[in-house]
């Protein structure tokens, strides 16, 4: 499975949009991108997934660049309980398993 | 969405000691389920994967006499860590696969924390 690379932390406002860069620059066609999240001490929580199109459910936005090669998980407003750290994973069609980068630590300020 | 479990929710042994895990699918049938461990500060690391009926194909650098899988049923995996010792003492997840979803999601278990002294 791909590689990905995100930013260790980053902090946001109360209110405001999230923006949560992911490169994944070696990703190949059949592998699609994940976005997970766990909130400290607690499993992990899915909350969207793409191929190449652009995708949007209750939780966030996934944009995925044409080349596919880096994504950005949107949460239009964020709360203090989005406050978690944000993992982005890319993984085969072929394969079950979700193998966990670093994630990046979102810190939303009241 | 779906609830994966988890028993217990906390441990602690002495060590020597061994301790059993157990992950259930509430409100669905998993085929697949996943084992991760987790250290303080650290992301998840997958340990093995459990499929029903057979046995767990562990990750390189996992020691399968160790951390033993079992998953006898559709709704239920057990890992059990025997001889723990205090090098074991992590936060312990499972996951399960949704047989009946479209794109074959995960769903995480709350964690156990085990600690070992």
């Known amino acids: 499975d791909a590689k990905t690379t995100q930013p260790p932390s980053m902090d946001c406002a109360e209110g405001r949009a999230a923006n949560l860069p992911c490169n994944h620059s070696t990703i190949s066609g059949n592998e699609y991108v994940y976005w997970y999240r766990q909130i400290h001490s607690q499993g992990p929580q899915y909350i969207i997934h793409g191929l190449k199109n652009n995708e949007t459910n209750e939780m966030a936005s996934l944009i995925i660049t044409e080349d596919r090669k880096s994504s950005t998980l949107i949460l239009p407003h964020a709360t203090l309980r989005d406050t978690a750290v944000y993992y982005c994973i890319v993984r085969g069609g072929a394969t079950n398993k979700l193998i966990f980068g670093t994630g990046t630590l979102l810190a939303v300020q009241p | 969405g779906a609830v994966v479990s988890q028993h217990p929710s906390r441990v602690i042994c002495k060590s020597g000691t061994s301790v059993k895990i157990e992950c259930r699918s509430l409100d669905f049938q998993a085929t697949t389920m996943f084992w991760y461990r987790q250290f303080p500060k650290q992301s998840l690391m997958l340990m093995a994967t459990?499929?029903?009926?057979?046995?767990?194909?562990?990750e390189q650098g996992v020691e399968k006499d160790k951390f033993l899988i079992n998953h006898a049923s559709l709704t239920l995996s057990t890992l059990t860590v025997t001889s723990a010792h205090p090098e074991d003492s992590s936060f312990y997840i499972c996951?399960?696969?949704?047989?009946?979803?479209?794109?074959?999601?995960?769903?995480f278990g709350p964690g156990t924390r085990l600690t070992v002294l």
């Open positions: 459990s499929n029903e009926g057979s046995k767990a194909t562990y």
């Open positions: 996951s399960a696969s949704d047989r009946t979803a479209s794109y074959n999601e995960q769903f």
